[in-house]
């Protein structure tokens, strides 16, 4: 077993040469300027010309695997939330001290309820396990390749999701842009009711009817989470002026602006926030194929130029009713590029599952060798990464 050590025994603590300046405050410079996790501006000066160890005090997610504890080098300027350290090099390394703290649960160091901190005093008594120098050297290399190799397969993960999205939006966009005969074009309220709950706000409870919200609305689709809910007594009181029906379009008007999905349930629930409701005239537009149309290239540059606010971009719902929209003429036209949307549409939904179990096992993966290479069990990392 390795003996363990606590941190101050391992690091010169140097917070007090530390020191904030406000944003108004900076001078603009080539310095890195550090904050809990990472450099968050460039300015004239610095306090540090040396390598070093950050550890976030507040703002930071410890043991998260994120950039809780990282190195810098040379001239820095340092802020008071990351403590800065200089690893008694003769004792641990720079590395696995990083590695260690990033890895491992410090919740029983951090204070404070509202504003979780890791105070200098907590700091100083983490306990750090300790092998030898050539051992720690060892470990290190093994977990460096092993990281590589995992960003590697993130990287390629990520980008073949991104490839699989793009190949449907050029689909997509490649059917509204280039139209064929038989198309039609018409005002968006010229055959699309709209049903506008915006200006009001119910009042949620714990449990009741499904609340839906612009939180809930993403771009092809409707998120389960948030969940929230109304009391289903307040349903009759509060849907006075319309009710949405399974298959109807969701749009939002801001916060995002222009998020478009189906209503995917012929549950009873509650519309509100940001939300425009559109009910198409289905001998005119078909439903999945007004959520498609809105979804284009073409037309949601229309909404999006229409769009105002300076903080916030929305749009008038008098402005969106005048978009101008373009269809076949013909239902069974619309439903047979509907049929191969669709198609395409579930598979980039089944690539994206299969990425995204990809990226959670390699987070995972992470996990487990650093559990490994503190629990004295790592050797070796051939096939771990696939």
């Known amino acids: 077993m390795w003996e363990t050590n606590p941190l101050s025994a391992l690091c010169d603590v140097l917070d007090s040469r530390r020191k904030p300046i406000t944003k108004k405050d900076r001078s603009p410079g080539p310095y890195p300027y550090y904050g809990a996790t990472g450099i968050l501006d ?14 976030g005090e507040d703002g930071a997610k410890w043991g998260a695997g994120d950039n809780s504890a990282f190195s810098i080098d040379g001239k820095t300027w340092v802020n008071n939330h990351a403590h800065v350290i200089r690893p008694k090099r003769n004792k641990v390394l ?38 030898p120098i050539p051992e720690q050297q060892r470990i290190v290399a093994i977990l460096d390749q092993a990281f590589a190799d995992i960003e590697k397969a993130r990287a390629n993960a990520e980008k073949n999701l991104k490839n699989a999205r793009e190949l449907f939006d050029s689909y997509l966009n490649q059917v509204f842009s280039q139209r064929g005969e038989g198309w039609v074009e018409s005002e968006l309220f010229d055959h699309v009711k709209f049903i506008d709950y915006r200006g009001k706000t119910p009042k949620k409870t714990q449990e ?20 929230e809910f109304v009391a289903a007594e307040s349903y009759d009181e509060w849907m006075t002026r319309g009710i949405p029906e399974k298959g109807d379009i969701l749009f939002t008007t801001e916060a995002p602006l222009a998020n478009v999905a189906q209503l995917d349930t012929s549950e009873k629930g509650v519309f509100a926030q940001r939300i425009i409701t559109m009910q198409p005239n289905r001998s005119v537009l078909d439903d999945a194929f007004l959520k498609y149309l809105l979804m284009s290239q073409p037309v949601q540059e229309r909404i999006l130029k229409k769009g105002t606010g300076a903080t916030v971009t929305g749009i008038k719902a008098s402005l969106l009713k005048k978009i101008i929209i373009e269809y076949p003429f013909q239902l069974s036209e619309q439903r047979r590029y509907v049929n191969t949307l669709d198609v395409l549409d579930r598979k980039v939904n089944q690539l994206e599952v299969v990425f995204s179990k990809k990226l959670e096992s390699l987070d995972e993966l992470k996990k487990s060798l650093l559990h490994q290479a503190f629990s004295g069990e790592l050797t070796k990392t051939e096939g771990m990464v696939a």
């Open 42 to 55: 460039y300015v004239e000066g610095y306090l540090f010309d040396e390598k070093l160890v950050l550890i």
């Open 208 to 227: 009741g009817l499904r609340l839906i919200t612009a939180k809930n609305v993403r771009m092809g689709y409707l998120k389960k989470t948030p969940e």
């Open 94 to 131: 720079d590395k696995w001290l990083i590695y260690y703290l990033n890895g491992e649960d410090l919740s029983d160091f951090i204070t404070g309820m509202t504003v979780p901190k890791l105070n200098q005093g907590k700091l100083r008594e983490i306990p750090i396990p300790l092998p």
